[in-house]
């Protein structure tokens, strides 16, 4: 009895492994040969599909690429495009590929999730995108004809007006936003190619708010400015340049009659343009005269420019603003009393023949240097005229060539700057004691054109001098 009972426990156990066998079987079988869950091809489900019922699924909810663009006041359709020409891609090799991946996987993997796999398409990518950007200029140029009858949005608007500060309301318009709805289309397109896409064309809205700006330019024009050039400086209240204009998302549009204006007189106070001659009393008592053509003392400020300069260095909020915009291509002077305004402010009288430099403050001497200037045994005598200091610097490493054509490299402690040519007042300790302030020496032992000061004085010089000082060169060199 024992033993039958054995015998058909076992026959039960063999018949529940075969069950369940055949089970497994049909299982492996069911999934090598249906699409996992979660497999689409371009938004199709085919998931628990065999190859067959996948390829009947997909062609009948194949949908050709279009788009609507409804607007949204009146639910209108704004355009519309249907895709006709974009080739379908070889959709049932790429299934029966995927078939045969999922076989493979499932020797080793029980892991279904279909993200491992390459994405299934029914469209080819590159030939809808190629048809999109064919289509955005037509699209695009029929958007804004729509938009040509339709309201533009108004931002706010800062006015000035009389000195005084209001702001404009915003109002809003009905103008598509042209580019934001050529994008949207595209976007969703490429996203969703086997779909009929439907949108609604976004509208220009209001950007930008006033009101900062507005408080802003309200606490500007109570302020005072001072501008500056060579030396020369005016200070005035802002509310007298600007006056009247407006300030938009686009940027300020300010009336510039008033800074034309300040501009026109700080020309006419400061500026030395438009003389034949110039004649000099030097600090010695001793007259001399050149022509306009030397120098670069004469300058005067571009008014347009300098203008524009001007209120463009308030408005960003600068209360000192140093001039940038001159006028010397034709380096002249114009003023009769030019060489009171030289004689009574501080400057620099460059003596050639005696070799000597004069540092001219408060009307007296308060430095004399013997000097050694340019040699004219090549013609590179320093040149006489009315020049500026153009800037300061310490130290500096000259270059340059020798009367013999070598090239020199020298270290200059200290220089200051005349003309853009490379005309400097500086610091020489290579030149000989006995050379400097020794007319007789520079012929043959001259400079290549600059002023050389022996070190010491140089240093004094240096600490005493200021950036669009006078210099006057005269003399025989």
Same mark, same amino acid.
């Given at each position: ?44 489900? =085919? ?33 519309? /495009?249907?895709?006709? @020409? ?33 994405? #299934? ?42 000195? +005084? ?27 969703? *190619?086997?779909?009929?896409?439907? =949108? ?10 006033? +009101? ?39 940027? *300020? ?10 501009? +026109? ?12 001659? #110039? ?50 291509? @034709? ?58 200091? /153009?800037?300061? =610097? ?9 009367? @013999?054509?070598? *090239? ?9 700057? #005349? ?9 020489? *300790? ?17 400079? @290549? ?11 004094? #010089? ?16």
């Amino acid at each position: 009895m024992q033993i039958n009972k054995k015998r058909k426990l076992a026959w039960r156990l063999g018949i529940a492994c075969l069950i369940l066998g055949i089970l497994v079987i049909q299982q492996l079988y069911y999934q090598s040969t249906h699409f996992w869950t979660n497999t689409t091809i371009d938004n199709i489900n =085919i998931s628990h599909l065999n190859y067959q019922e996948a390829v009947k699924k997909i062609e009948k909810q194949r949908v050709t690429p279009s788009y609507t663009i409804n607007d949204l006041q009146n639910k209108k359709v704004l355009a519309s /495009k249907k895709f006709n @020409n974009i080739p379908v891609t070889d959709y049932e090799t790429q299934l029966k590929y995927r078939l045969t991946e999922q076989r493979n996987r499932l020797w080793w993997s029980i892991n279904h999730n279909t993200k491992q796999f390459k994405a #299934l398409t029914l469209y080819k990518k590159s030939a809808l995108l190629s048809a999109i950007k064919t289509d955005q200029p037509s699209l695009q140029k029929h958007l804004e004809a729509i938009n040509a009858s339709r309201t533009m949005p108004q931002n706010e608007k800062v006015m000035i007006q009389d000195g +005084k500060v209001s702001l404009s309301s915003a109002h809003s318009g009905n103008q598509i936003s042209v580019n934001q709805t050529v994008e949207k289309v595209s976007d969703k397109l490429l996203n969703t *190619p086997n779909k009929h896409v439907e =949108i609604t064309a976004p509208l220009l809205s209001e950007t930008w708010s006033g +009101k900062t700006t507005a408080k802003k330019i309200r606490l500007l024009l109570k302020k005072q400015f001072t501008f500056r050039a060579k030396g020369h400086q005016i200070t005035g209240q802002v509310s007298d340049l600007i006056e009247n204009g407006t300030i938009s998302k686009d940027g *300020p549009s300010i009336d510039l009659k008033p800074a034309y204006k300040f501009i +026109k007189r700080f020309n006419h106070k400061y500026t030395l343009s438009g003389a034949q001659n #110039l004649t000099f009393t030097t600090v010695q008592g001793k007259q001399v005269s050149f022509s306009n053509a030397e120098g670069t003392l004469g300058w005067s400020l571009n008014t347009d420019s300098e203008a524009q300069h001007l209120i463009q260095s308030l408005l960003a909020g600068k209360n000192n603003v140093s001039a940038k915009n001159f006028n010397q291509a @034709n380096q002249t002077l114009n003023q009769k009393n030019w060489h009171k305004k030289i004689a009574n402010s501080d400057h620099i009288e460059i003596d050639l023949t005696h070799e000597r430099l004069y540092l001219v403050q408060n009307q007296t001497v308060a430095q004399k240097i013997r000097i050694n200037t340019g040699s004219p045994k090549i013609n590179i005598a320093t040149p006489t005229g009315a020049y500026f200091i /153009k800037f300061k =610097i310490a130290p500096i490493t000259m270059r340059g060539y020798e009367k @013999n054509g070598e *090239p020199y490299k020298s270290y200059v402690p200290q220089a200051d700057n #005349l003309t853009d040519d490379g005309i400097f007042i500086h610091s020489a *300790p290579w030149v000989q004691a006995s050379v400097f302030g020794n007319p007789s020496q520079r012929y043959n032992h001259g400079s @290549n054109g600059c002023i050389n000061v022996p070190p010491k004085d140089m240093v004094k #010089l240096y600490q005493k001098t200021t950036v669009d000082e006078p210099v006057i060169i005269y003399g025989q060199g």
